[in-house]
């Protein structure tokens, strides 16, 4: 068969993701942390690129480009062409650049003046945080432990988890310092003697076996149940316990009652984790009858091409490389703020439309969250579902009703009695609200819950309760029972 080349036209339709639709989906999803680092990142490396000034603000000489309402020069976010947030609108070929920078401020920048007085900084003030790894190693360093022992005693240190215990085997630790496994229980043995008590135990019943001979209460009905019966006590077996320590049943729960109130986690509070704020990327405030809806902008940069780079590039004097270099420079420059505009418009355009679909929530609470899902919201405002779900995630609304995560509001519909569906939220916020009430001493059963959300209209399986409650966090009736 003779081989021969051909060549052949051929017309076809495909989404071509070029680098700058790549960046525009991916700022889309990021949250507002995120958001900042980027924005920080692009303004030490793009010179184009400026934040602008409280001067420049007042003035009011920054063009409309960066306004969240504006919608001239916005990228394209129609679902049937791109199925994104944005598409590739020609921008790489914009080549007029005196006429698009026009827009811009073409003064200087203004240097902002200080106080000259020598003020202390704000972090010479704060006191730095004593770890559990820095408590433990100040008593070694006051201890007796020394030589090859200190070694061993800072490794086994060394592995100990914020909760306060030492999850490392033994024989890691007799590899890491080359000795016998003898020498390491010895010094192990000397370092669980430290403060808090109960730490580098390898389990919670050593932790409470240490913590109780901290107490002077070894040998002590307590000590032998968490030894010998701790499976009968996480289950509240108190009888077979009682029998088998030939004690009352009285006793047992006076030692139960005892030993729940030791410290299960003896380095939490030397924990190093912070409070994490949550900053809402937009509110929703009800005025008179109705909501409005306003972008959170604070702390976020507003941005601007410099003065000085245009300038200089509507100047004859440079060559073409640096004019080239000027010039891709601010089409990335130009491309983030268009970018960031859409992000915050599409934010806006999305809590818009579920305000209007949730308006009992937000004037009634939780309770009265409806059934909503992404495509609902998607045909509302035009776009497509994967650009919502990506504007959803990570992203908060402060409500009149609290804080809530944008994706919060979109729930699968629970059938009711009356033939109405409710949303799957609701009828977690009314199993937590049920269990909140019960007696301890004899809490609900998952059949019991399902039969009195049965006499609210929610027709719901007992598999469904027991699905939601472990979601929620909340153990099974036996383990919510309280005998003391």
């Given amino acids: 068969m003779a081989l021969e080349l051909r060549q052949q036209l051929k017309l076809s339709q495909q989404l071509v993701m070029t680098p700058q639709l790549q960046q525009a989906i991916k700022l889309l999803q990021l949250s507002r942390v995120e958001l900042e680092e980027v924005v920080n990142q692009e303004l ?43 598409e590739a609108d020609g921008l790489a070929q914009i080549d007029d650049w005196q006429t698009y920078l026009q827009g811009f401020s073409q003064g200087g920048s203004v240097a902002e003046s200080f106080d000259d007085e020598d003020h202390p900084s704000y972090e010479n003030l704060l006191t730095p945080k004593i770890t559990l790894s820095d408590h433990l190693m ?86 032998r149940i ?25 006793d047992v729960l006076d030692a139960a009652r005892f030993l729940s109130s030791l410290d299960p986690r003896p380095g939490s509070q030397f924990s190093e984790s912070d409070i994490h704020y949550i900053t809402p990327d937009i509110f929703v405030y009800k005025v008179a009858d109705e909501y409005v809806v306003s972008l959170n902008d604070d702390g976020l940069a507003n941005l601007k091409i410099s003065s000085y780079y245009s300038n200089a590039l509507s100047g004859k ?45 937000f004037d009634h609470g939780i309770s009265y969250l409806k059934p909503l899902v992404l495509r609902d919201v998607a045909e509302d405002i035009e776009m497509h579902e994967s650009t ?44 937590k609200e049920i269990i909140a009430e019960e007696n301890e ?21 007992r598999r469904t309760v027991t699905k939601y409650r472990e979601m929620l966090g909340i153990g099974s009736s036996t383990a919510r029972k309280r005998l003391f």
């Fill in 317 to 361: 004097e440079i060559d073409s490389e640096t004019s080239e270099y000027i010039q891709e420079k601010m089409r990335g420059a130009l491309w983030l703020i268009k970018s960031i505009h859409q992000r915050q418009r599409t934010i806006f355009r999305v809590t818009k439309s579920i305000v209007k679909f949730q308006r009992e929530f």
């Fill in 44 to 86: 030490e490396e793009n010179p184009v690129l400026e934040e602008v000034s409280e001067v420049d603000e007042n003035r009011k000489v920054e063009s409309e480009a960066v306004s969240p309402d504006a919608d001239e020069g916005v990228p394209d976010n129609n679902p049937e062409k791109t199925q994104e947030v944005v």
């Fill in 138 to 223: 100040w008593q070694l360093n006051l201890s007796s432990i020394a030589g090859h022992d200190k070694v061993i005693a800072a490794a086994i240190i060394g592995n100990i988890d914020d909760a306060g215990y030492l999850r490392t085997p033994l024989e890691d630790i007799c590899q890491q310092t080359e000795s016998t496994q003898d020498q390491v229980e010895d010094v192990l043995y000397r370092v669980q003697l430290f403060d808090p008590a109960g730490v580098a135990a390898r389990d919670l019943p050593e932790c409470l076996q240490l913590q109780l001979a901290y107490l002077g209460l070894k040998g002590s009905l307590a000590e």
């Fill in 388 to 431: 919502i779900s990506r504007v959803t995630t990570n992203k908060y609304v402060q409500t009149p009703q609290g804080l809530f995560e944008l994706k919060f509001f979109f729930n699968s519909g629970i059938g009711t009695t009356g033939g109405d569906s409710v949303a799957s939220e609701s009828v977690k916020n009314r199993i």
């Fill in 441 to 461: 001493k004899k809490p609900y059963s998952d059949q019991k819950i399902v039969n009195m959300l049965k006499e609210d209209g929610i027709d719901i399986a």
């Fill in 226 to 250: 968490i030894t010998d019966y701790s499976k009968e006590l996480e289950e509240r077996r108190y009888p077979i316990i009682a029998k088998q320590c030939k004690v009352s049943v009285d």
